[in-house]
């Protein structure tokens, strides 16, 4: 049996849909028995589907695709494969209807129930956030998946509150749809630019995944680029540093947050790596250094940091305090960035977190100290040096001692020279010498001669 549908819209578009029923003579069983076959084409793709049907090859007809007679194997072909036509076509409308574009591959998928892809927001973004549950501890963590459950709650308050709905196809997405979402966290969420950022991203990386399974032929918001936010400095300045290591504080706890932030600021760690450093982790020289070598948290590279004077009296200051084998009992970033709060007005200083200890390290304790980028790539435990050049920046005093370099071994090298072609110039004082035509190739020459001519006239 075949079944044959033609589409055809507005844009002059054939799109042709065939269900076929067949057997393999070519392969028969012992007992003479075939297995009943179905092939769907949809347009110029093609899908064959394999039943556990056996078909009597004398009762086959091959032009009507069905089984003549009334014998019991005839009756059980026919109404099986009524029964799975009748499927095949209702998976095709409803494909058809949810995407707009069927395949005979999406057809198949859906039949056998493997592989099923949703169609909605909503169910796409749990699948995505299932899924990112099992890899926890594996190779994701939990504070991320964190974002993106915080960001599906944020979608559900979205829909129902502006489109009275619990959950949209994902072929009715567009721009219109990810800009209205923008300005909700703008303005009914009063959400500051980063934080609107990395929620957009979140969708648009959750939207794509419905594009790599097929289930949309293009994304929706690939033209759509979130807005940036200006980057603030991103470490201490100077003096600001200067002042957060004298000032007296009074209170243990905020003592111990701002020990913290100094001991990352002249080792270069984040603040996984420094809660989970351990004795293990602290080994020495053959000089007799203390060092840190660690693998990272975030990226599992080793981090290999020589510890300054600093830290070590950081280190020696609360060995009597440890409970473990971790050498700082950490708190929580939570509560650090409370303590923050209340450090900034003891110091005088806009703002703090702890993330700019490790901005500090590259830019004040390393680079401006003339440690080489390459150098500081390995401390900071860095794949590429791209990296390491967003957390080492040049201040400027950086560059003012670099330019006194730079004076002190071109001074006396160069001087300047005037002739009636070139007024003002550059001359090196060991190859060039002034009133020497043999040796200043611009004093010789016909140019030159009616030059001097012209100026006596």
Same mark, same amino acid.
């Given at each position: 049996? !075949?079944?044959?549908?033609?589409?055809?819209?507005?844009? &002059?578009?054939?799109?042709?849909?065939?269900?076929?029923?067949?057997?393999?003579?070519?392969? *028969?069983?012992?007992?003479?028995?075939?297995?009943?076959?179905?092939?769907?084409?949809?347009?110029?793709?093609? +899908? @064959?589907?394999? *039943?556990?049907?056996?078909?009597?090859?004398?009762?086959?007809?091959?032009?009507?695709?069905?089984?003549?007679?009334? %014998?019991?194997?005839?009756?059980?072909?026919?109404? +099986?494969?009524?029964?799975?036509?009748?499927?095949?076509?209702?998976?095709?409308?409803?494909?058809? +209807?949810?995407?707009?574009?069927?395949?005979?591959?999406?057809?198949?998928?859906?039949?056998?129930?493997?592989?099923?892809?949703?169609?909605?927001?909503?169910?796409?973004?749990?699948?995505?956030?299932?899924?990112? @549950?099992?890899?926890?501890? /594996?190779?994701? /963590?939990?504070?991320?998946?964190?974002?993106? /459950?915080?960001?599906? !709650?944020?979608?559900?308050?979205?829909?129902?509150?502006?489109?009275?709905?619990?959950?949209?196809?994902?072929?009715?997405?567009?721009?219109?749809?990810?800009?209205?979402?923008?300005?909700?966290?703008?303005?009914?969420?009063?959400?500051?630019?980063?934080?609107? %950022?990395?929620?957009?991203?979140?969708?648009?990386?959750? $939207?794509?995944?419905?594009?790599?399974?097929?289930?949309?032929?293009?994304?929706?918001?690939?033209?759509? $680029?979130?807005? @940036?936010?200006?980057? &603030?400095?991103?470490?201490?300045?100077?003096? !600001?540093?200067?002042?957060?290591?004298?000032?007296?504080?009074? %209170?243990?706890?905020?003592?111990?947050?701002?020990?913290?932030?100094?001991?990352?600021?002249?080792?270069?760690?984040?603040?996984?790596?420094?809660?989970?450093?351990?004795? !293990?982790?602290?080994?020495?020289?053959?000089?007799?250094?203390?060092?840190?070598?660690?693998?990272?948290?975030?990226?599992? *590279?080793?981090?290999?940091?020589?510890?300054?004077?600093?830290?070590?009296?950081?280190?020696?200051?609360?060995?009597?305090?440890?409970?473990?084998? &971790?050498?700082?009992?950490?708190?929580?970033?939570? +509560?650090?960035?409370?303590?923050?709060?209340?450090?900034?007005?003891?110091?005088?200083?806009?703002?703090?977190?702890?993330?700019?200890?490790?901005?500090?390290?590259?830019?004040?304790? *390393?680079?401006?100290?003339?440690?080489?980028?390459?150098?500081?790539?390995?401390?900071?435990?860095?794949?590429?040096?791209?990296?390491?050049?967003?957390?080492?920046?040049?201040?400027?005093?950086?560059?003012?001692?670099?330019?006194?370099?730079?004076?002190?071994?071109?001074?006396?090298?160069?001087?300047?020279?005037?002739?009636?072609?070139?007024?003002?110039?550059?001359?090196?004082?060991?190859?060039?010498?002034?009133?020497?035509?043999? $040796?200043?190739?611009?004093?010789?020459?016909?140019?030159?001669?009616?030059?001097?001519?012209?100026?006596?006239?």
């Amino acid at each position: 049996m !075949e079944t044959k549908e033609i589409l055809k819209g507005r844009s &002059k578009h054939r799109s042709t849909f065939a269900v076929m029923f067949y057997i393999n003579r070519t392969k *028969t069983k012992k007992d003479g028995m075939c297995q009943l076959l179905c092939r769907v084409t949809i347009d110029t793709s093609v +899908a @064959q589907i394999g *039943t556990k049907i056996m078909v009597d090859p004398s009762v086959w007809d091959g032009k009507a695709g069905r089984a003549t007679g009334k %014998s019991k194997n005839a009756v059980t072909v026919n109404r +099986a494969i009524d029964k799975l036509a009748g499927e095949i076509n209702a998976h095709y409308r409803e494909l058809r +209807a949810s995407l707009g574009f069927v395949t005979a591959e999406l057809v198949k998928n859906a039949l056998k129930g493997i592989c099923k892809k949703q169609t909605t927001l909503m169910k796409l973004f749990q699948e995505h956030n299932d899924e990112f @549950q099992k890899r926890v501890g /594996v190779d994701r /963590v939990q504070a991320t998946l964190g974002h993106y /459950v915080r960001t599906y !709650e944020l979608l559900k308050i979205f829909l129902r509150e502006k489109y009275d709905t619990e959950d949209v196809t994902l072929r009715s997405l567009s721009l219109a749809f990810i800009d209205a979402f923008d300005l909700f966290l703008r303005q009914d969420r009063l959400m500051a630019q980063h934080t609107v %950022s990395g929620h957009l991203i979140n969708l648009k990386k959750t $939207v794509r995944r419905s594009v790599s399974q097929g289930t949309l032929i293009r994304d929706p918001f690939v033209t759509f $680029v979130p807005e @940036q936010p200006e980057r &603030k400095c991103r470490h201490l300045k100077a003096e !600001e540093l200067d002042r957060l290591m004298n000032v007296h504080i009074d %209170s243990k706890s905020l003592r111990h947050t701002r020990d913290m932030f100094i001991f990352s600021t002249f080792t270069g760690l984040a603040y996984a790596d420094l809660f989970n450093l351990s004795e !293990e982790h602290l080994k020495t020289g053959v000089d007799g250094s203390l060092w840190i070598k660690i693998n990272r948290q975030k990226t599992k *590279t080793e981090c290999n940091i020589r510890l300054l004077e600093i830290p070590c009296q950081i280190i020696g200051k609360y060995r009597p305090e440890r409970t473990s084998r &971790k050498i700082f009992n950490v708190k929580t970033l939570a +509560a650090m960035c409370r303590h923050f709060r209340k450090i900034e007005k003891m110091c005088g200083i806009e703002r703090i977190t702890f993330h700019m200890a490790r901005h500090n390290f590259g830019t004040h304790i *390393t680079l401006s100290q003339g440690v080489p980028i390459e150098t500081v790539s390995r401390m900071m435990g860095h794949s590429s040096i791209t990296t390491t050049q967003i957390y080492a920046r040049i201040t400027n005093t950086k560059v003012n001692e670099d330019m006194k370099n730079l004076s002190g071994n071109v001074n006396g090298k160069y001087s300047l020279y005037e002739d009636e072609l070139m007024p003002v110039g550059i001359r090196n004082t060991d190859n060039f010498r002034l009133n020497d035509n043999t $040796v200043n190739p611009f004093k010789t020459g016909r140019n030159y001669e009616k030059g001097k001519n012209r100026n006596k006239k």
